[in-house]
């Protein structure tokens, strides 16, 4: 019929890529087609809606008003295309489909290997994709929809997100097994605070670290700071330094007999989980099945009342 509007989603996913990256060649690889094809299917757009689009510049691809209503409406789209996909899928007996799945680095290291490795052996049809953030980040994602369901430090406060906690761990001093302090049955923060420092370059340790040792700020020495758990253990390992870790985190390195976890007076610190995902949106039964699993291992937790007020 003459005047229709002609497009597919295949279009819209391309105008998406480019809008948010702001380049016509890495929308092409993220949609592995090339560059021309990819120009080619924005001019396809553009003719379909008899609108400019985007605006190309050597420098940058921006969206003109035509294209910020349209993106908006394209995200819509291809997020109904895919609820539908799911939600038929949902209709037969086998659990199957995609999960987005946020959690932080150390996270998906420590925590979920041996859970995500039961669920696919009960789930094989099922396919997981993880986003890998912080958990403020990782909030944003789950509450405009992007990440299914997600695991953050809490406590957290929205009212649009269910909060389960699922897992507590006392944060401990971690210093290597050659340090004299080691060998000693308690120690104190000032002691700890005379030491070569390694803290985590960002996050909820960094965070707890740096109001803990306020009081010590002119006479710190922060010898190191590193983005990584595992390169944290690496360090402390090799006597460059003390830090903090989540003990549960640090219990390879101690069976190793590389490291010891201190006791300081005065000090008792806890870093508590949260499983959380969108209250009003309905879930697809993949998601459901690995959020009932996470649930049935918090059992590994230490209870707390907060976690069990919670729930």
């Known amino acids: 019929m003459p005047g229709v509007l002609t497009m597919d989603f295949d279009q819209l996913t391309t105008f998406v890529y480019v809008a948010k990256l702001k380049s016509f060649s890495r929308a092409g690889q993220k949609v592995f087609r090339s560059q021309s094809a990819v120009s080619a299917q924005i001019r396809q757009l553009e003719q379909a809606y008899k609108a400019r689009l985007l605006d190309r510049s050597a420098k940058s691809v921006e969206l003109t008003p035509a294209g910020v209503v349209l993106f908006e409406y394209a995200e819509k789209l291809l997020r109904l295309r895919d609820e539908s996909i799911q939600f038929v899928a949902d209709r037969g007996n086998v659990v199957q489909g995609p999960i987005v799945f946020g959690a932080n680095e150390a996270t998906c290291l420590y925590l979920l290997p041996n859970i995500f490795a039961e669920f696919q052996k009960r789930y094989p049809l099922v396919h997981i994709s993880i986003y890998r953030n912080f958990s403020h980040k990782i909030l944003q994602r789950v509450e405009d929809g992007s990440?299914?369901?997600?695991?953050?430090?809490?406590?957290?406060?929205?009212?649009?997100?269910?909060?389960?906690?699922?897992?507590?761990?006392?944060?401990?001093?971690?210093?290597?097994?050659?340090?004299?302090?080691?060998?000693?049955a308690k120690i104190t923060l000032e002691e700890v605070a005379g030491q070569p420092l390694i803290f985590p370059r960002t996050g909820f340790t960094r965070q707890v670290l740096d109001k803990l040792f306020r009081p010590y700020r002119s006479r710190l020495h922060v010898a190191m700071e590193l983005p990584s758990i595992g390169m944290i253990k690496r360090f402390v390992a090799a006597d460059a330094g003390l830090s903090i870790i989540s003990e549960s985190f640090a219990k390879d390195y101690v069976k190793a007999g590389e490291v010891k976890?201190?006791?300081?007076?005065?000090?008792?610190?806890?870093?508590?989980?949260?499983?959380?995902?969108?209250?009003?949106?309905?879930?697809?039964?993949?998601?459901?099945?690995?959020?009932?699993?996470?649930?049935?291992?918090?059992?590994?937790?230490?209870?707390?009342?907060?976690?069990?007020a919670a729930s």
């Open 147 to 184: 990440v299914d369901v997600g695991i953050v430090t809490m406590p957290i406060k929205s009212p649009t997100l269910k909060v389960h906690p699922i897992y507590r761990d006392r944060l401990r001093f971690m210093v290597s097994a050659r340090n004299p302090l080691a060998h000693r």
């Open 261 to 308: 976890l201190l006791t300081v007076e005065g000090v008792d610190l806890w870093r508590e989980l949260g499983l959380v995902y969108r209250r009003d949106r309905s879930l697809p039964r993949a998601a459901q099945a690995l959020i009932g699993l996470i649930r049935e291992h918090r059992k590994l937790a230490e209870p707390t009342e907060s976690a069990a």
